[in-house]
């Protein structure tokens, strides 16, 4: 059985950086693409940030570039997102996803989801 749990959110002031972690268990993460995707309320699902099976080239939305930064951690089934500069726009609850092979940007190419975490920002 697949799950996917993420942690590390919480309540910020601008400026301030968070980390959210992703476990996953019941999948080889070797072989599957993570995809942190966030949720703001009365807004569509957006992609964030995505890190391939085999990454050299993560992907990262226009509009956290230069401020998160994923990585991953096969040997502990981990990946993670560190999110710096966090502005009051980051906002919303944050989800990591897991798809077999390659990065995809929308969330609907992503079978398996955890249940999220929440991350506010405010001063």
């Known amino acids: 059985q697949v799950q996917l749990v993420e942690s590390g959110g919480g309540l910020v002031q601008p400026g301030d950086s968070l980390r959210l972690s992703c476990a996953a268990s019941?999948?080889?993460?070797?072989?599957?693409?993570i995809g942190w995707f966030r949720q703001a309320p009365g807004k569509e699902r957006e992609g964030v940030s995505c890190?391939?099976?085999?990454?050299?080239?993560?992907y990262y939305a226009d509009s956290v570039k230069g401020r998160f930064t994923i990585s991953r951690d096969n040997a502990k089934n981990m990946v993670y997102l560190q999110m710096n500069s966090l502005k009051a726009e980051d906002t919303a609850v944050y989800y990591c996803?897991?798809?077999?092979?390659?990065?995809?940007?929308?969330?609907?190419?992503?079978?398996?989801w955890g249940q999220g975490t929440q991350v506010t920002v405010s001063s």
């Open positions: 890190i391939g099976s085999s990454d050299g080239n993560p």
């Open positions: 996803a897991a798809r077999g092979g390659s990065c995809r940007r929308t969330y609907y190419n992503y079978g398996y």
């Open positions: 019941g999948l080889a993460l070797d072989f599957y693409a």
